[in-house]
């Protein structure tokens, strides 16, 4: 459904390096991906909407315990970016970046009063190609939608025998009524 969202990657590999940390800092990462453990494999998450899908997970009064205790939780010091930088085409012999674009929330700025504060994406393995604009501005307003408020968190108690098949990454619909 979102192969048209990853970056063309070019990196130059002078050391070794640790696999897994690359893979999820200049792989997932700039592609607005984020590597998830689930049903014991490793999966990807994405940075978009929450899509409810077959299978989708409901909590509601059924299954929540305590429901009086939820609280939204929002904070501007956690999850909150109100910039996102991308640096990009890393130079192969002096390991500067060449390139670099940044996009400035103005909706977050002027609702919220406080300093900028970027999102820096560096990806080694990024170069300047003909779609690069079209994915720079889809991943940056992905990020900008979760984290220009700051993004929202709950935290809920649910019954055992209903968490039990709840994992990380899942799509939850929580009906409040």
Do not use: H, M, W
């Amino acid at each position: 459904q979102f192969q048209s969202q990853f970056f063309e990657y070019d990196f130059y590999i002078k050391d070794q390096l640790n696999g897994s940390d690359f893979i999820n800092s200049q792989i997932l990462y700039p592609s607005g991906c984020y590597a998830l453990p689930r049903k014991a494999k490793t999966s990807i998450g994405l940075t978009i909407p929450p899509l409810a899908q077959n299978g989708t997970k409901k909590l509601s009064n059924l299954n929540v315990t305590k429901a009086s205790n939820i609280k939204i939780n929002r904070s501007i010091s956690k999850n909150f970016y109100n910039s996102v930088i991308y640096r990009y085409d890393q130079d192969a012999v002096e390991d500067k970046y060449t390139r670099g674009k940044i996009t400035q929330s103005a909706d977050s700025t002027n609702r919220i009063n406080i300093s900028n504060k970027p999102l820096q994406i560096d990806s080694d393995g990024i170069r300047a190609s003909a779609n690069f604009d079209y994915l720079f501005q889809t991943q940056t307003r992905r990020f900008l939608d979760r984290y220009q408020y700051g993004a929202e968190s709950l935290e809920v108690q649910v019954l055992f025998g209903d968490a039990f098949t709840i994992e990380i990454g899942d799509t939850v619909i929580l009906d409040g009524q």
